[in-house]
């Protein structure tokens, strides 16, 4: 029996334009989350960090998620369907926070291909445009970022091994 591979990206000729990924499974944020994000990025404003402060003297009465968190969140969620298989991302043109997320709210994404265009430099590569929204488990989109990413065609991926390139074979 042939063993199967799971796909993980999508080479250039495999996206079209107007095609939509939903993003699978969501994540629920947690306190513990937000504050490692904010501690690890020296991110210490307090309407992140300090709750007496955020229900005190913020329109929300409660923390609010950092927003590089729930961009990055949807970026790693974004990358089995769109740039697993990347060779660079070249540019974020654009990013919005539309509303606030909180502890306890899940995110989930989906990201629409805008456009494509071949590379003109090389043939085994193209640039991918693409937008990602992020809603809340109400779907209340919390964040949109458009983004190009330059990913291989078929004929790169099969000169470096295909599927998964660099994977070893099992010895017995």
């Known amino acids: 029996m042939e063993a199967k591979t799971l796909q993980f990206g999508r080479y250039y000729e495999e996206f079209e334009v107007g095609a939509v990924y939903k993003h699978w499974p969501g994540k629920t944020v947690t306190e513990y989350d937000d504050h490692l994000f904010c501690l690890i990025t ?22 609010v998620v950092v927003g590089n968190y729930i961009y990055s969140l949807l970026l790693g969620m974004s990358v ?29 994404g989906e990201t629409t291909v805008l456009d494509k265009t071949e590379s003109k430099s090389k043939d085994d590569r193209g640039v991918v445009y ?15 970022f458009r983004r190009k990413v330059m990913v291989p065609k078929r004929s790169y991926g099969d000169s470096r091994g295909g599927e998964q390139p660099g994977r070893p074979t099992p010895t017995s």
């Open 42 to 63: 020296m991110n210490h404003h307090p309407l992140h960090m300090d709750a007496h402060y955020a229900e005190e003297t913020t329109d929300f009465g409660k923390n």
């Open 80 to 108: 089995a369907d769109v740039s697993g298989k990347a060779i660079a991302n070249l540019e974020v043109e654009s990013l919005k926070h539309t509303r606030p997320t909180f502890h306890g709210d899940t995110i989930y």
């Open 130 to 144: 693409v937008e990602t929204k992020g809603y809340k488990q109400d779907g209340t989109v919390v964040c949109t």
